[in-house]
């Protein structure tokens, strides 16, 4: 069973407590409460349920399963979107460097993630590849959309209207903009060392 992973911080610049409440404490509680729940359904039918009727175009099976990876990532995106906040934005570190190294400046690599940001539906996602053993920028138009395996998440951001709309009603690219001021980067470096440790 898992549990919601409290906040370490109660605010953020250019994003109230509200947001920050609503988003935190409501959205991504649910999904933590929807993920133990599908979790203990599979539960049952892989200790002897009836698996029967399974098939690809319906069966309870098939839409746990469906259900299992929007809930389990829904609950995972929001952790790394959250736990990298609370932050100076001060970008410094190893991950600034090699963003620096590969875009040809922190600049490009902050203007190209910002414009999938607003090109994305819901998440932008940058990650560690294993197989290219690179950093890449993807985005999901939902939670169990656009991602890639064999990546692991360095720095993610929510751009879901949940996310912003309270504090910037349809304005996406002040609440992007605000957010880059939130980022720990220490945090985000520690994930992106983790993810290149050999």
């Given at each position: ?165 309270m504090d910037y009603g349809s304005d996406r690219k002040a609440y992007i903009a605000e957010w880059w001021k939130n980022i720990d980067w220490a945090k ?11």
């Amino acid at each position: 069973m898992s549990t919601a992973k409290p906040l370490s911080y109660t605010t953020l610049q250019g994003i109230s407590e509200k947001t920050l409440t609503v988003h935190h404490d409501k959205l991504y509680a649910g999904y933590v409460t929807k993920k133990n729940e599908i979790e203990a359904k599979l539960e049952l039918l892989m200790k002897g349920g009836d698996v029967s009727t399974a098939n690809q175009s319906f069966s309870e099976l098939r839409a746990l399963k469906d259900g299992e990876t929007f809930a389990v990532n829904g609950v995972y995106l929001h952790e790394y979107y959250f736990d990298v906040l609370g932050g100076t934005g001060d970008a410094t570190g190893a991950l600034v460097d090699a963003l620096t190294a590969q875009y040809g400046s922190f600049a490009n690599f902050q203007a190209y993630f910002s414009a999938c940001g607003m090109a994305a539906r819901g998440w932008v996602v940058l990650c560690y590849d294993l197989q290219d053993q690179a950093l890449k920028v993807y985005i999901g138009d939902a939670h169990n959309q656009g991602g890639i395996w064999g990546c692991l998440p360095v720095l993610v951001l929510d751009v879901y209207e949940h996310a912003y709309f309270m504090d910037y009603g349809s304005d996406r690219k002040a609440y992007i903009a605000e957010w880059w001021k939130n980022i720990d980067w220490a945090k985000a470096t520690a994930l992106y060392q983790r993810a290149t440790r050999p």
